[in-house]
Protein backbone atom coordinates (compact mmCIF):
# COMPACT_ATOMS: atom_id res chain seq x y z
CA UNK A 1 0.00 0.00 0.00
CA UNK A 2 1.26 3.77 -0.80
CA UNK A 3 2.17 6.15 1.64
CA UNK A 4 -0.80 8.78 1.28
CA UNK A 5 0.69 11.60 2.57
CA UNK A 6 -0.30 13.61 5.56
CA UNK A 7 -2.58 16.86 5.07
CA UNK A 8 0.90 19.26 4.60
CA UNK A 9 2.15 17.11 2.13
CA UNK A 10 -1.32 17.11 0.48
CA UNK A 11 -1.63 20.92 0.95
CA UNK A 12 2.02 21.49 -0.25
CA UNK A 13 1.35 19.70 -3.38
CA UNK A 14 -2.31 21.78 -4.28
CA UNK A 15 -0.18 24.94 -3.65
CA UNK A 16 2.46 23.56 -6.15
CA UNK A 17 -0.15 23.22 -8.35
CA UNK A 18 -1.28 26.47 -7.79
CA UNK A 19 2.48 27.85 -8.34
CA UNK A 20 3.03 25.62 -11.42
CA UNK A 21 -0.41 27.27 -13.13
CA UNK A 22 0.98 30.86 -12.31
CA UNK A 23 4.27 30.10 -13.88
CA UNK A 24 3.07 28.88 -16.92
CA UNK A 25 0.75 31.93 -17.64
CA UNK A 26 3.41 34.34 -16.46
CA UNK A 27 5.82 32.59 -19.19
CA UNK A 28 3.35 32.16 -21.89
CA UNK A 29 2.71 35.99 -21.33
CA UNK A 30 6.57 36.82 -21.30
CA UNK A 31 6.71 34.47 -23.95
CA UNK A 32 3.78 36.25 -26.41
CA UNK A 33 5.56 39.47 -25.95
CA UNK A 34 9.20 38.78 -26.26
CA UNK A 35 9.55 34.88 -27.69
CA UNK A 36 9.46 31.83 -25.59
CA UNK A 37 13.62 31.27 -25.45
CA UNK A 38 13.62 35.07 -23.35
CA UNK A 39 10.53 33.36 -21.46
CA UNK A 40 12.35 30.25 -20.51
CA UNK A 41 16.02 32.67 -19.67
CA UNK A 42 14.06 35.12 -17.55
CA UNK A 43 12.09 32.39 -15.86
CA UNK A 44 15.09 30.99 -14.38
CA UNK A 45 17.20 34.06 -14.29
CA UNK A 46 14.74 35.29 -11.50
CA UNK A 47 14.42 31.98 -10.27
CA UNK A 48 18.58 31.89 -9.49
CA UNK A 49 17.91 35.44 -8.30
CA UNK A 50 15.21 34.50 -5.88
CA UNK A 51 17.17 30.91 -4.91
CA UNK A 52 20.46 32.85 -4.15
CA UNK A 53 18.46 35.24 -2.04
CA UNK A 54 16.44 32.70 0.18
CA UNK A 55 19.96 30.54 0.35
CA UNK A 56 21.61 34.05 1.97
CA UNK A 57 18.96 34.87 4.33
CA UNK A 58 18.95 30.98 5.55
CA UNK A 59 22.12 31.00 5.66
CA UNK A 60 23.66 30.46 9.08
CA UNK A 61 19.70 28.88 10.52
CA UNK A 62 20.24 25.41 9.87
CA UNK A 63 21.80 23.37 12.08
CA UNK A 64 24.45 21.53 10.41
CA UNK A 65 24.22 17.49 10.40
CA UNK A 66 27.37 15.52 11.04
CA UNK A 67 29.19 14.29 8.04
CA UNK A 68 27.23 10.73 7.32
CA UNK A 69 30.86 9.01 7.21
CA UNK A 70 31.11 10.39 11.19
CA UNK A 71 27.66 8.16 12.24
CA UNK A 72 28.84 5.44 9.74
CA UNK A 73 26.37 6.08 7.47
CA UNK A 74 27.95 6.66 3.50
CA UNK A 75 27.95 9.65 1.59
CA UNK A 76 25.47 9.46 -0.85
CA UNK A 77 26.52 11.33 -4.44
CA UNK A 78 23.78 12.87 -6.52
CA UNK A 79 23.93 11.10 -10.29
CA UNK A 80 25.12 13.29 -13.04
CA UNK A 81 21.79 13.36 -14.37
CA UNK A 82 20.27 14.59 -11.52
CA UNK A 83 22.02 17.86 -12.55
CA UNK A 84 20.14 18.08 -15.83
CA UNK A 85 16.82 19.02 -14.01
CA UNK A 86 17.65 22.70 -15.20
CA UNK A 87 17.25 21.54 -18.67
CA UNK A 88 13.98 19.75 -18.86
CA UNK A 89 12.88 22.98 -16.83
CA UNK A 90 14.41 25.10 -19.77
CA UNK A 91 12.58 23.11 -22.94
CA UNK A 92 9.18 23.25 -20.32
CA UNK A 93 9.26 26.80 -20.50
CA UNK A 94 9.90 27.35 -23.91
CA UNK A 95 7.39 24.97 -24.92
CA UNK A 96 4.40 25.73 -22.74
CA UNK A 97 5.08 29.44 -23.33
CA UNK A 98 4.08 28.30 -26.88
CA UNK A 99 1.37 25.62 -26.06
CA UNK A 100 -0.60 28.60 -23.73
CA UNK A 101 -0.45 31.10 -26.38
CA UNK A 102 -2.53 28.37 -28.97
CA UNK A 103 -5.80 27.44 -29.00
CA UNK A 104 -5.21 24.77 -26.14
CA UNK A 105 -4.97 28.08 -23.73
CA UNK A 106 -3.98 27.79 -20.16
CA UNK A 107 -6.75 25.01 -19.26
CA UNK A 108 -5.51 22.57 -22.30
CA UNK A 109 -1.72 23.33 -21.49
CA UNK A 110 -1.91 22.21 -18.27
CA UNK A 111 -4.39 19.27 -18.53
CA UNK A 112 -2.16 17.43 -21.27
CA UNK A 113 0.80 18.31 -19.40
CA UNK A 114 -0.43 16.18 -16.80
CA UNK A 115 -1.29 13.51 -19.18
CA UNK A 116 2.20 13.86 -20.21
CA UNK A 117 3.54 13.87 -16.85
CA UNK A 118 1.50 10.65 -15.65
CA UNK A 119 2.40 8.52 -18.90
CA UNK A 120 5.88 9.85 -18.11
CA UNK A 121 5.96 8.59 -14.90
CA UNK A 122 4.19 5.32 -15.53
CA UNK A 123 7.07 4.74 -17.84
CA UNK A 124 10.07 5.62 -15.47
CA UNK A 125 8.51 3.42 -13.01
CA UNK A 126 7.46 0.68 -15.08
CA UNK A 127 11.31 0.52 -16.20
CA UNK A 128 13.24 1.76 -13.33
CA UNK A 129 14.27 4.94 -14.97
CA UNK A 130 16.52 7.46 -12.63
CA UNK A 131 16.86 4.99 -10.29
CA UNK A 132 13.61 4.46 -9.38
CA UNK A 133 12.24 0.90 -8.43
CA UNK A 134 10.59 -0.76 -11.02
CA UNK A 135 7.02 -1.15 -10.37
CA UNK A 136 4.27 -2.77 -13.27
CA UNK A 137 1.49 -0.50 -13.55
CA UNK A 138 -1.81 -2.23 -12.62
CA UNK A 139 -5.88 -0.95 -13.60
CA UNK A 140 -5.92 2.03 -11.28
CA UNK A 141 -2.83 2.94 -12.77
CA UNK A 142 -4.95 2.64 -16.34
CA UNK A 143 -7.98 4.07 -14.67
CA UNK A 144 -6.04 6.96 -13.62
CA UNK A 145 -5.22 7.23 -17.11
CA UNK A 146 -7.94 6.71 -19.20
CA UNK A 147 -9.73 10.00 -16.23
CA UNK A 148 -7.10 12.22 -16.72
CA UNK A 149 -7.13 11.69 -20.79
CA UNK A 150 -10.90 11.77 -20.43
CA UNK A 151 -10.92 14.84 -18.72
CA UNK A 152 -8.67 16.65 -20.77
CA UNK A 153 -10.21 15.80 -23.62
CA UNK A 154 -13.48 17.80 -22.16
CA UNK A 155 -11.20 20.69 -21.23
CA UNK A 156 -10.11 20.99 -24.63
CA UNK A 157 -13.04 20.34 -26.81
CA UNK A 158 -15.51 21.96 -24.88
CA UNK A 159 -13.57 25.13 -23.90
CA UNK A 160 -15.39 27.86 -24.35
CA UNK A 161 -19.05 26.05 -24.78
CA UNK A 162 -22.26 27.50 -23.49
CA UNK A 163 -23.44 25.50 -21.22
Do not use: K
Not at 103 to 126: K, N, P
Request: charged content about 10%; hydrophobic content about 55%; proline content about 6%.
Amino acid sequence: MRNEGGPLAIAAALGTGALLTIMVQFNGALGAAAGPVFSSWAAHGTGTLAATALLLALRGRRRRAPAPEAVGAPRLRAPLWAYAGGLSGALTVIITSQAVNSGLGLAGTLALGLLGQVVFALLADRFGWFGLPSRRPDRRDGAALLLILSGSALIILFAGAEP
